[in-house]
C-alpha cells in the first residue's frame, strides 16, 4: 500500500511539473521587418519579433514551424521578448502574412514524433500561432535605363534622318 502512495505521490509531481512549465493563456504581440530593398539581392530576410507573456509567468524554450514545415528554434532577445527569421529567394517572395506556429518543448517533441510517423504536423495543438506581416520589397524599375537611353536614341537618330533627307530633297 505504501509504495502504490508514493507511486501515486511521484506521479502527481511530475503531472504538476509538467503542467507547471508549460505556458498557460499566452499573450503576444507582433512587429515584423523585412528586407525593403532587392535590386542587388537574391535573397529577403524576414523577421518577426514578438513578446509573449504567460499567465504563469512561464518563459518557455520555443520552436517555430512555417507553413513549408520547417521547424526552427526561436531565438530569446529579451525577457519575454523573442525572435525568428527565415530567408526566401527574391523570385519567390511575396508580401502578406505568414502564420508561424510556436511550440514548446513538449509540442516540439509532438511535433516531431508525428514528422517521423508521417502524420499530420497540423495536428499537434500549438503553444500560439503568430502572424508575420511580411511586405514587398521594391526590386528595381520595371523598365530599365539601358532599354529608356536605346529607344531615346534610336528616336533622336530617326528624327535627324528623317530632317536631314527633307531638308536635301
Known amino acids: 500500500m505504501r509504495q502504490i502512495l508514493i507511486g501515486f505521490w511521484i506521479g ?14 499566452p499573450k503576444v504581440t507582433v512587429t515584423s521587418f523585412s528586407t525593403e530593398d532587392a535590386t542587388i539581392l537574391t535573397q529577403l530576410a524576414h523577421i518577426g519579433e514578438f513578446s509573449l507573456k504567460c499567465s504563469n509567468e512561464i518563459k ?12 526552427v ?7 519575454n ?5 527565415w530567408i ?3 523570385k519567390r517572395s511575396s508580401s502578406g502574412n505568414v ?12 511535433l516531431r514524433k508525428a514528422q517521423r510517423d508521417g502524420a499530420k504536423a497540423s ?3 500549438s503553444i500560439i500561432d503568430v502572424t508575420v506581416n511580411t511586405k514587398g520589397a521594391y526590386k528595381g524599375p520595371w523598365v530599365k535605363a539601358e532599354l529608356v537611353a536605346a529607344f531615346l536614341i534610336a528616336g533622336v537618330a530617326y528624327f535627324a534622318i528623317t530632317t536631314k533627307n527633307k531638308v536635301q530633297s
Open 123 to 125: 495536428n499537434v495543438k
Open 60 to 71: 518557455p524554450n520555443l520552436f517555430a514551424e512555417f507553413p513549408c514545415g520547417k521547424v
Open 99 to 110: 502564420v508561424v506556429r510556436l511550440f514548446d518543448e513538449e509540442g516540439y517533441s509532438s
Open 12 to 25: 502527481f509531481c511530475i503531472t504538476n511539473a509538467v503542467q507547471a512549465s508549460s505556458c498557460n493563456n
Open 81 to 85: 521578448q523573442y525572435q525568428v527569421s
Open 73 to 79: 528554434p526561436v531565438a530569446r532577445v529579451a525577457d
Open 88 to 90: 526566401e529567394d527574391v
